[in-house]
């Protein structure tokens, strides 16, 4: 079976600073997702990919920018990490665009302090 | 407008069966149904989709009404392992961005032992 790795699992930041996480999945899914989510919420998409160099908005793009630079690995930067910000941010793959049978990494929590 | 409207919590004894209720009436014929529950500290899991009728694998059963505007979980024999929040997701499968999954809050299930 394949897995889907998220680094780091804890990030603390300071106000300003520009963070980088990291996915990635060994399933050769072609497309990837991040979400964030905040706690006691639900999920909200950041960015996708549909394949290797495609990058998609989502609803939450604002703040954000993202990397697909390999099939099995998609990064996500946070540009200006915002004061006392916390949240939880989630990789996941899937087979292809039209499956939505994802698998998702078991996240990075963020705090900015 | 949410697509999907469920019950913010439920509980249920170890043993019991739940059925957890999801409604969507805006439902589009190019839509399916996907059922997703998310653990503490883990990115969601799938668990079961479906169009119409009855769905059953071995995690679940899904039940769809004729008119498809109202799904229900089942989950037979609960244990402590069950308790997640659960997400009922109505999307469609033709790509783009009105075909990516949206996570509302979820049903928070409990289990008491």
């Known amino acids: 079976g394949g897995i889907i790795t998220q680094t780091p699992k804890f990030l603390i930041g300071q106000e300003g600073q520009k963070l980088t996480l990291k996915c990635q999945q060994n399933?050769?899914?072609?497309?990837m997702y991040w979400y964030r989510q905040d706690s006691g919420k639900g999920l909200r998409l950041i960015y996708y990919?549909?394949?290797?160099?495609?990058?998609q908005k989502g609803d939450l793009s604002e703040g954000y920018d993202a990397s697909r630079e390999k099939k099995s690995s998609f990064s996500l930067t946070v540009t200006s990490a915002q004061k006392n910000e916390m949240a939880v941010f989630l990789c996941?793959?899937?087979?292809?665009?039209?499956?939505?049978?994802?698998?998702f990494g078991s996240g990075t929590r963020l705090l900015v302090i | 407008l949410a697509k999907t409207t469920q019950p913010p919590s439920m509980e249920a004894y170890e043993g019991q069966e739940v059925n957890v209720s999801c409604s969507h009436t805006?439902?589009?014929?190019?839509?399916?149904i996907y059922w997703y529950r998310q653990v503490p500290h883990q990115g969601p899991q799938f668990i079961i989709q479906?169009?119409?009728d009855y769905v059953v694998n071995e995690v679940a059963s899904l039940f769809i009404s004729a008119d498809r505007k109202l799904s229900t979980l089942s989950l037979p024999w609960v244990s402590l392992r069950d308790a997640a929040v659960y997400y009922c997701?109505?999307?469609?499968?033709?790509?783009?961005?009105?075909?990516?999954?949206?996570f509302g809050e979820g049903t928070q299930v409990t289990v008491i032992s």
């Open positions: 996941a793959s899937s087979i292809g665009l039209a499956n939505s049978d994802y698998t």
């Open positions: 399933f050769n899914h072609d497309t």
């Open positions: 990919s549909i394949t290797e160099n495609d990058l």
């Open positions: 805006n439902i589009a014929t190019s839509e399916y």
């Open positions: 479906g169009y119409k």
């Open positions: 997701i109505v999307t469609d499968r033709t790509g783009g961005l009105s075909g990516k999954l949206t």
